[in-house]
T-cell receptor, first 113, second 110 residues
Framework: EAQVTQNPRYLITVTGKKLTVTCSQN?????MSWYRQDPGLGLRQIYY???????DKGDVPEGYKVSRKEKRNFPLILESPSPNQTSLYFC????????????FGPGTRLTVL | QKEVEQNSGPLSVPEGAIASLNCTYS??????FFWYRQYSGKSPELIMS????GDKEDGRFTAQLNKASQYVSLLIRDSQPSDSATYLC??????????FGSGTRLQVQP
């Protein structure tokens, strides 16, 4: 089954404690993105990757890091989480960035206390 | 000005009516336009894509695009309670991945 998986699905943590949210896709897609979704603000892109070792900033990259060492995986790293990073996070992948083939993961709800 | 704008709603329509959802975008070089449906707490799912001016129909859904007016809309005919969700408009400008609007919440009253 074609899918994008994210782990964990829910996470409550404290300010400053480093965390990683994993994302994996099994469709051999080149393009992967991370979004955060906040009430009234919609989906905002954090980072995206066009292929292995190729990443670039989206609209709201501050406080986040990513890496793309393998085609299937695109982890999101919060080195020192802060309460304003409390949000719902989605990973997505596609064979083209234009959207019609974009697959979203189930989401990770993060709370930073 | 936001790149992609939508009325947040809620838009409330009775069951069986036509729901009309609207979206405007600011970048004239935008190439592709999409409507995603998102149920509360779930991930977005693509329901319609449109690339050229005019209408595109798929079942009960019709997407309309007017590039001159920088306007894209989604019509849902014979609205059902199961259509109650947030509808996200997304635009691709050819530079990188999608830009999303903040979404319109639709409520279909039984």
């Amino acid at each position: 089954e074609a899918q994008v998986t994210q782990n964990p699905r829910y996470l409550i943590t404290v300010t400053g404690k480093k965390l990683t949210v994993t994302c994996s896709q099994n469709m051999n897609h080149e393009y992967m993105s991370w979004y955060r979704q906040d009430p009234g603000l919609g989906l905002r892109q954090i980072y995206y990757s066009m292929n292995v070792e190729v990443t670039d900033k989206g609209d709201v990259p501050e406080g986040y890091k990513v890496s793309r060492k393998e085609k299937r995986n695109f982890p999101l790293i919060l080195e020192s989480p802060s309460p304003n990073q409390t949000s719902l996070y989605f990973c997505a992948s596609s064979s083209h960035p234009r959207g019609d083939e974009q697959f979203f993961g189930p989401g990770t709800r993060l709370t930073v206390l | 000005q936001k790149e992609v704008e939508q009325n947040s709603g809620p838009l409330s329509v009775p069951e069986g009516a036509i729901a009309s959802l609207n979206c405007t975008y600011s970048d004239r070089v935008s190439q592709s336009f999409f409507w995603y449906r998102q149920y509360s707490g779930k991930s977005p799912e693509l329901i319609m894509s449109i690339y050229s001016n005019g209408d595109k129909e798929d079942g009960r859904f019709t997407a309309q695009l007017n590039k001159a007016s920088q306007y894209v809309s989604l019509l849902i005919r014979d609205s059902q309670p199961s259509d109650s969700a947030t509808y996200l408009c997304a635009v691709y400008t050819g530079r990188r991945a999608l830009t999303f609007g903040s979404g319109t919440r639709l409520q279909v009253q039984p």
